[in-house]
């Protein structure tokens, strides 16, 4: 197996499936099954999933809501994503740990990276919620730190293309996907691959990155078994 721990980011807008809002029976289920077939290969899980489905600071904003209240609720929004897929996960027999960056001891645990390394040591995925427990960051933050605390030996972020692109391939027919790609080359070119500080965080120790479409099943465990998919973002 090429990677013996990973961590998984999902966007919480990617859990609303075709709807507008909120979370897509569907979406969720399929989530867990791309999961469950990758704890099954026998490595090692953490998962942080966005809250934008449901909230974000910066829309608080738009309502008059100061921000740093926003970004609480954003953080809230992602522990009712994390608790959902926690349930479906359950539900098919895997068993996992939330672990919270704001206390919240009647559904989760605080995180704890020994304890977080242990659980993921006896099998179990973990669910990273309330991202980093701070406002002005994002669960893209909170996926790289996360990472790099758990010692993960990359970070998969699972979106609704298939890579990076030298443009954004929704807009411009010419738009080439890159099979690997280096960080500098990243910040040279412009590409948006996460926010600034998630991708530097990772940059700074020397944390692999993969953009990967998590819409199409298969794509995560092929992964895991070494197979290039998506982009691969290295230090060279
Ligand atoms: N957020 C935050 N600190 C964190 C993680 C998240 O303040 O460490 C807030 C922020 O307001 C953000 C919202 O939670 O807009 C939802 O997270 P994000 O936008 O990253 O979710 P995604 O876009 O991945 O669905």
Redesign the pocket.
């Known amino acids: 197996m090429k990677y013996k721990r990973i961590l998984l980011?999902?966007?919480?807008?990617?859990l609303q499936g075709e709807q507008s809002f909120g979370i897509d029976a569907n979406r969720l289920r399929q989530y867990a099954t791309e999961i469950k077939k990758a704890v099954q290969e026998g490595i090692q899980v953490a998962i942080v999933?966005?809250?934008?489905?449901i909230?974000?600071?910066?829309?608080?904003e738009s309502l008059g809501i100061d921000r740093v209240q926003?970004?609480?609720?954003?953080?809230l929004?992602?522990v009712i994503n994390s608790m959902a897929l926690q349930s479906t996960l359950e539900d098919m027999g895997v068993y996992t740990r939330l672990m919270s960056?704001i206390k919240m001891e009647q559904v989760c645990e605080p995180f704890i990276k020994r304890r977080a390394i242990r659980h993921l040591e006896k099998g179990r995925v973990v669910i990273f919620g309330?991202?980093?427990?701070?406002?002005?960051?994002?669960?893209?933050?909170?996926a790289s730190l996360r990472a790099i605390e758990i010692e993960a030996d990359v970070v998969l972020k699972g979106t609704r293309v298939d890579g990076v692109y030298s443009a954004d391939p929704e807009r411009d027919e010419s738009a080439e996907r890159f099979s690997n790609i280096s960080f500098e080359e990243v910040y040279k070119r412009g590409l948006n691959v996460m926010d600034m500080t998630a991708f530097t965080l990772c940059k700074e120790n020397e944390l692999p990155i993969i953009v990967f479409d998590m819409n199409k099943a298969g794509n995560l465990v092929k992964i895991v078994r070494g197979e290039s998919v998506g982009t691969l973002i290295t230090m060279n």
Request: charged share 15%.
């Open positions: 980011k999902l966007s919480g807008e990617s999933i966005g809250g934008g489905n909230f974000r600071g910066s829309v608080g926003g970004d609480y609720m954003g953080m929004a992602t960056g309330a991202g980093l427990g701070s406002p002005y960051f994002t669960t893209d933050s909170a």
